[in-house]
């Protein structure tokens, strides 16, 4: 029994980890004349690895579905009496939430509506402040100043705010630092130079610098979150 309980309690806690470097695409879905759509059925497709998840919005319009890995992705809506909408080219980062509000035009549902997604500049959907660095900033960008093969040196260099173990004026080695959701730090809190890992094995990683959710609420200088390459058709 003792077994099981501490099988099962690192299962939630590998769970909850996942859980933290997870996004989520969100919005409403209405008709031509403005008003909401119940019931609209929703399939999410990541574009990396075919994997797929389904949501449906609610007698609001609403619809949100989380825990979603990051990366690009489709989203077909599909509604008796309206044409099938399909939204390609979803960009979701390191634990962002990405709206993607839709509008269902009258017609059969045999009928479908393309339409490749723009990137949202505004943040809409929460409060954190931070900035996501991809893959191809951290090696296209010239390794020149100290710390280059570090990947959270490229914070320091391209982040607002951020200088060294310094995150917007907090003490040093204040932050929290996460690789794939596991905290991720040695004798010094938020000092991941020993830890750090490899430029070439990131897929993306996020510096944030205020309105961290509840989740980070240990940390009081901001919070690093890396998440590494994974497998892709």
């Not at 890992?197 to 979150?225: N, R």
């Amino acid at each position: 029994m003792t077994k099981l309980r501490v099988l099962a309690g690192m299962l939630l806690f590998s769970v909850a980890c996942i859980a933290q470097e997870r996004g989520a695409i969100t919005g409403t879905i209405t008709d031509p004349s403005g008003a909401v759509v119940p019931g609209v059925r929703i399939s999410i497709r990541n574009l990396a690895n075919n994997a797929a998840y389904q949501s449906a919005t609610t007698s609001a319009g609403e619809f949100t579905a989380p825990n979603l890995p990051p990366g690009k992705y489709e989203v077909v809506f599909e509604a008796n009496g309206l044409k099938r909408l399909v939204q390609t080219n979803i960009e979701l980062g390191v634990s962002q939430t990405v709206r993607v509000d839709a509008t269902l035009q009258i017609g059969a549902t045999s009928e479908t509506v393309s339409v490749t997604a723009d990137a949202d500049v505004l943040q809409k959907d929460t409060a954190s402040v931070g900035q996501t660095l991809q893959n191809r900033q951290v090696m296209d960008l010239p390794l020149s100043f100290a710390g280059g093969r570090n990947a959270s040196s490229f914070a320091s260099q391209l982040v607002p705010g951020v200088t060294g173990n310094n995150l917007v004026g907090t003490p040093n080695f204040s932050k929290s630092v996460l690789i794939d959701g596991a905290t991720a730090t040695g004798y010094r809190s938020g000092d991941i130079s020993e830890e750090s890992p490899s430029p070439e094995a990131l897929q993306e990683f996020k510096v944030e610098t205020s309105g961290m959710s509840a989740e980070y609420g240990k940390s009081s200088g901001g919070v690093l979150k890396f998440v590494m390459k994974s497998g892709a058709n």
